[in-house]
């Protein structure tokens, strides 16, 4: 090992060293102060999938194919889900990731980025800086600047496959700053899936892929219901449909409406079919202490909305049968303008979709719809402004003869004045039709 050198001993190092090495000529002492390595676990942070998760086959499979068409580029990818609230968004990602999960050894990171309310969302530099102490950065080491916390994330998860879920996401922006670095090899990238009740059209640019929630189909609902109410109140079959069929695919609406059957044994089923039977008590009996309701999830989104989008979400509720154009749209607008930007803009909210029906979003002029639940909470609004109820003459759901508007592109020369700017939205992929779910055309009632 030693030999004696121009100077006295050498001391000769074998094999590699990494990092700084002290050669001494003779050591008396040695003291090691070695603190012990705190433990880091893999952080594995994704909520627990939901216990009684039914349906959605058709998106699982969707999702499949969106990752393997998006890992074929080699970035980090990124999948976004799309829907109203109360749709199942979590709860499908959630079920999915967590079927999947094991193949990511860097880990599963889980916010709630809060954008149900995007002027309260959540600072990604905070989410940032919890993602990095997850991941075993000291806090002393993390950055204080969020250019920096974002830089410093995609370093640690470079080369890692790490799975993240943001939930309730209100922005490209504020995505983009929590994306990790490029995945250990081409083919086998890092997965985000984002959750949002907003059509982020800005995180198609980062390559995003899109899929939009539609209401659950109805054997999927009936399964749902059963699962939670428990096989032995099968014995009012009529009763049974009628309730679910009432919740028009909303896995909220079903999940507590079957709640208050399962933990009220001895209720009847037809008690609370008869509540939500009819229009006025039907919101009040899908809510469960207040908090998990259908029409907190309808609050929330409404009180995010511009005064012009808020009237148009209201008055639009009132034109009868299943769908509507930008003319009809506009008559009941009582305005001239185009009113094409206001519905387009209320649909990248989620609280309107382009109608199955017609073709959708592919066709020059959309047809827009309503879930009847959504339409059922607008009414709500627009009568209570209005400070009257729907017009008992007008239920045969058509539109009244004088109302209905000339073609106001034909008077305008082939041009329209738009109320607001249209925005362009990518289009996301929808497998849930929106039809089979209605119960009748609403009730006209002149704006
Ligand atoms: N496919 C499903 N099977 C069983 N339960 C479901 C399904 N989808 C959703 N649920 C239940 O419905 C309720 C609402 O779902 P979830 O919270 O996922 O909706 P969301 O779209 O994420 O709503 P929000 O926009 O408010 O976050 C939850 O109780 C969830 O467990
Ligand atoms: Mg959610």
Known sequence: MGEAGHFGWRNDLSGVVHGPAIQAQSIRDVHLNITPATFVPTPRQLPPPPPHFTGRSAELAELDRLADISAQTGRAVIIVIIAAGGFGKTAL?????HSTGDQYEGGALFADLQGHEPANAADPGDVAAGFLRALGIPPERIPLDIAEQSALLRSVTAGRRTLFLLDNAASAAQVRLLLPGPGPEPGTPSLVVVTTRWRIAGLAIDGAR??????????????LFDRMVGSERAAEPDEREKLVSLCTGSPLAISVVAAKLATHPRWRLSRLAAELSDERTRLRAM????DISVRAAYDVAYQTLEPDLKRAYRM??????????????????????DASGLLDALTDACLLAYAEDTGAEHQADP?????D?????????????????PSPAASTGTWPARSRPT????????GSIPCTTRR???????VTRWTGWRHGSPAWSPP
């Open 93 to 97: 990602a959630s079920h999915w990731l």
């Open 210 to 223: 899109f899929l939009e929630l539609g209401p659950l189909d109805e054997p999927a609902a009936l399964d």
């Open 287 to 290: 809510s469960l202490d207040g």
């Open 316 to 337: 639009t509720a009132l034109i009868p049968g299943p769908s509507f154009d930008a003319e009809l749209a506009a008559a009941a607008l009582a305005t001239s303008c």
């Open 367 to 371: 047809r827009y719809q309503f879930h």
């Open 373 to 389: 639940l959504g339409r059922l909470y607008a009414r709500e609004l627009a009568h209570r402004r209005n400070g009257r109820p």
């Open 407 to 414: 073609s106001r592109r034909a008077q305008a020369g082939g």
């Open 424 to 430: 362009s939205t990518p289009t996301p992929t929808r």
